[in-house]
């Protein structure tokens, strides 16, 4: 999904209240309104990048305890 897309992806994400989907489906019609929009379009971005994040492999504890001479 682009990012032309992301209302769509943020509603699916995220649990929103009525009003917030009719701002996203009808457009903002004053500041105020404009700058919820860009709030949700920011926690988008953000859940985005987590979402996109290659996570480190982290080894099993199995796997170290078996290497540990203490053990």
């Known amino acids: 999904m682009n990012d032309e897309n ?11 209240k009525p ?3 009719k701002l996203l489906d009808e457009g903002a019609v004053s500041l105020s309104q404009t700058w919820l929009v860009n709030s949700m379009w920011s926690e988008w971005q953000d859940i985005k990048r987590l979402k996109e994040t290659d996570l480190p492999s982290i080894p099993s504890i199995s796997d170290e305890s078996s290497q540990d001479p203490w053990i």
């Open 19 to 21: 009003f917030q989907i």
């Open 6 to 16: 992301w209302k769509e992806q943020y509603k699916e994400w995220k649990t929103l």
